[in-house]
T-cell receptor, first 113, second 110 residues
Framework: EPEVTQTPSHQVTQMGQEVILRCVPISNHLYFYWYRQILGQKVEFLVSFYNNEISEKSEIFDDQFSVERPDGSNFTLKIRSTKLEDSAMYFC???????????FGPGTRLTVT | QKEVEQNSGPLSVPEGAIASLNCTYSDRGSQSFFWYRQYSGKSPELIMSIYSNGDKEDGRFTAQLNKASQYVSLLIRDSQPSDSATYLCAPLWGADGLTFGKGTHLIIQP
């Protein structure tokens, strides 16, 4: 069964450093998403991406965040200058249509020290 | 402000019984509703989607939607210990980003 994959599973970085989280969405899906979940809190939407551009973003997705689809399979989230409060699980998701079911990857645990 | 309310639990249900999970949401604009299951330390796993008023059944799961009351529920029949998890309600407002509730922690007692 097709699934969303994410790398790395765990990333440790120092405050102020840049990180790139990688995702491979399900192959025939066209819509891609990033969510995050701070430990003990709810899952929060960050951004959605379709046709090589951002279609929606939340208040959390400020100028330190960016997304890119560098090739036909990967979808990345870049955090330019990490802060302690960026420590969270980051989930990538994909769907084959707007409003349709979103399937989540296993997540990347980001720890900022 | 989009709000999704769920009883955080824990909700304790004997094995074999029916577990009933409830969710209310703040905005009538939502057209799509999803239930996800999340085991501790894992990612959300899609269980059910429902788009119109009424019931939708899939195996042991039944989702119920009442848009007028802004209420969606999930019933789990013949509950199994493996159903113990946090269940997340997620309406979809607009085209893209899901808004998740905090989830209900369900415990199935053997």
């Amino acid at each position: 069964e097709p699934e969303v994959t994410q790398t790395p599973s765990h990333q440790v970085t120092q405050m102020g450093q840049e990180v790139i989280l990688r995702c491979v969405p399900i192959s025939n899906h066209l819509y891609f998403y990033w969510y995050r979940q701070i430990l003990g809190q709810k899952v929060e939407f960050l951004v959605s991406f379709y046709n090589n551009e951002i279609s929606e973003k939340s208040e959390i997705f400020d100028d330190q965040f960016s997304v890119e689809r560098p090739d036909g399979s990967n979808f990345t989230l870049k955090i330019r200058s990490t802060k302690l409060e960026d420590s969270a699980m980051y989930f990538c998701a994909s769907s084959d249509g707007t409003g349709d079911e979103q399937y989540f990857g296993p997540g990347t645990r980001l720890t900022v020290t | 402000q989009k709000e999704v309310e769920q009883n955080s639990g824990p909700l304790s249900v004997p094995e074999g019984a029916i577990a009933s999970l409830n969710c209310t949401y703040s905005d009538r604009g939502s057209q799509s509703f999803f239930w996800y299951r999340q085991y501790s330390g894992k990612s959300p796993e899609l269980i059910m989607s429902i788009y119109s008023n009424g019931d939708k059944e899939d195996g042991r799961f039944t989702a119920q939607l009442n848009k007028a009351s802004q209420y969606v529920s999930l019933l789990i029949r013949d509950s199994q210990p493996s159903d113990s998890a946090t269940y997340l309600c997620a309406p979809l407002w607009g085209a893209d980003g899901l808004t998740f509730g905090k989830g209900t922690h369900l415990i199935i007692q053997p």
